[in-house]
């Protein structure tokens, strides 16, 4: 929003006191729905850009200059169908036509009669972790594909628990290349109960099984009867017709301050994404972490005054008294607030090859916030028995629970009331890469060493000048570079 636009408005923001106010539900029921979103995961070489290179196809998704592109491309990689080679739609990396493999997650749009669907195709391999969990951060459903010859693998397990984790509650279960596996009723079905137990482990039970071909198209859009007569589900589209959305909003407002804007003298809003609940003007909001409270006096988007604003909408907030709100802030509502503290417990997956290392300081970042905190694994999943056992370490791709330790006040929703309010990364100060995707559980009740230890990272060490250069030099000053304010020869004589 510019500088020009919020000053047009800011006139119309004076005399808006006394506007008639919409109800937020009233506000959004003419929106279009929004597309389902889904991802498919599973181990390596299940078909998996196979089966949504499938499905577009089949739904007529494809566009005549991308069929042509597809089918050039497919020249000498024909099946024995006579088919283009369907991954191509999918791949689209030089690497990854040259591997065979899925690297990257592709995003793909397509719609039928009844919905419109946005897929994410996600990596199978174990050093792709990250781009899976990626794509399952915004999906509403989970397709895990598994080999109808080779059954569960531990990556589909692993992928099963990330999406689980990340608030997927409705997994879809292709059983790809049935055709290869003879249309083995028994083999299927004993398959779809080994994953329904995995499932309701990870507290999902809506599971829909279903036996595909990715390659014949069979039980993706048009159904597998002729051979497969004793499957009577639904389609894989079918099924995704069918699926809920899930919103996963279940807190009041939220608003994360990216920006404060001061266009003119006398005007001052905040900038941001509503993350949760909905507001409109008049309504009671506190800032956090300050805990200043105030109330709602407009709604301005581009160059309109609203009369409500929901979740998902990039708005600039007025309030009714100056206050003093920064960027990483939060502007949430008076009689649902968030969780404040500095300890807090969540769960992790490491993405760094040198995995959570326990009491090393990162960077938090959720949102526009960015903290420093500690972090003390608890615990790490078993992905061959499914146990959670004691640790103390975090491989790269492990799954666990942390402590996390601020050394300021953090703000947060658990995960399972508000992705967006509940998730983080972890970034390496000294290198700067992210190394663990978490999400927040709670606030614990038991503070860690920086709550013990309250001043430890603001220490101020003043040596003369004939010391200076042997500390510097020591293991301790080493390993604390940048949390150490070491004073010059002038200031350490003085002092």
């Known amino acids: ?267 001052r809003g905040y900038q941001g994404t509503v993350a949760g609940g909905s507001i409109k003007p008049g309504d009671s909001v506190v800032v956090l972490p300050s805990g200043v409270e105030a109330n709602v006096k407009a709604i301005v988007t581009h160059d309109l005054v609203r009369n409500a604003a929901v979740h998902g909408d990039a708005i600039t907030l007025v309030l009714d008294r100056p206050v003093d709100v920064a960027r990483g802030d939060m502007i949430a509502a008076i009689d649902q607030r968030p969780q404040t503290g500095r300890a807090f417990s969540a769960r992790l997956v490491a993405l760094s090859d040198d995995g959570i290392v326990p009491g090393k300081r990162y960077w938090l970042k959720a949102g526009s916030r960015r903290q420093r905190v500690m972090v003390r694994p608890t615990s790490a999943l078993d992905l061959s028995s499914g146990n959670w056992d004691d640790a103390h370490f975090l491989p790269v791709n492990g799954i666990g629970t942390v402590e996390l330790d601020f050394e300021d006040t953090a703000i947060f929703d658990a995960y399972e009331t508000n992705r967006e309010t509940g998730a983080f990364i972890l970034i390496d100060p000294e290198t700067l890469n992210t190394v663990a995707g978490g999400m927040i559980d709670g606030k614990r009740s038991k503070s860690g060493r920086f709550d013990a230890l309250p001043d430890v990272d603001r220490a101020t060490v003043t040596l003369p000048a004939r010391l200076l250069e042997t500390f510097l030099k020591t293991e301790f000053a080493r390993s604390h570079a940048g949390e150490i304010r070491v004073t010059g020869p002038d200031e350490a004589e003085s002092g």
């Open 1 to 267: 929003m510019t500088s020009q636009s919020l000053s047009r408005i800011a006139e119309s923001v004076e005399s808006s006191d006394d506007a008639t106010l919409l109800d937020p539900q009233t506000a959004s029921a003419g929106r279009q729905t929004r597309p389902l979103r889904f991802i498919t995961c599973g181990s390596v070489d299940d078909g998996k850009s196979t089966l949504i290179g499938r499905l577009l196809w089949d739904t007529k998704a494809v566009k005549e200059d991308q069929a042509a592109a597809l089918r050039r491309d497919s020249t000498g990689k024909q099946n024995e169908l006579g088919l283009p080679d369907f991954a191509l739609l999918l791949d689209g990396l030089q690497a990854e036509r040259e591997q065979g493999i899925t690297i990257d997650v592709a995003y793909r749009y397509f719609a039928t009669d009844r919905r419109s669907f946005i897929v994410a195709d996600t990596p199978g391999h174990v050093q792709y972790t990250r781009n899976m969990a990626t794509g399952a951060s915004t999906a509403d459903l989970a397709v895990l594909l598994v080999d109808a010859r080779a059954g569960l693998l531990e990556q589909t397990r692993r992928h099963a628990t990330i999406a689980a984790m990340m608030g997927i509650r409705q997994f879809v279960l292709a059983v790809n290349k049935i055709d290869l596996a003879h249309y083995d009723e028994a083999g299927f079905q004993a398959i779809a109960r080994a994953f329904r137990e995995v499932a309701l482990s990870l507290g999902v039970r809506q599971v829909t099984a279903i036996p595909v071909s990715a390659l014949k198209g069979e039980n993706i859009v048009n159904r597998g009867d002729e051979l497969m007569p004793w499957y009577t589900g639904p389609t894989l589209v079918e099924a995704l017709e069918k699926a809920t959305q899930r919103t996963g909003q279940t807190t009041g407002f939220r608003l994360p301050v990216q920006r404060v804007s001061r266009p003119g003298e006398g005007f």
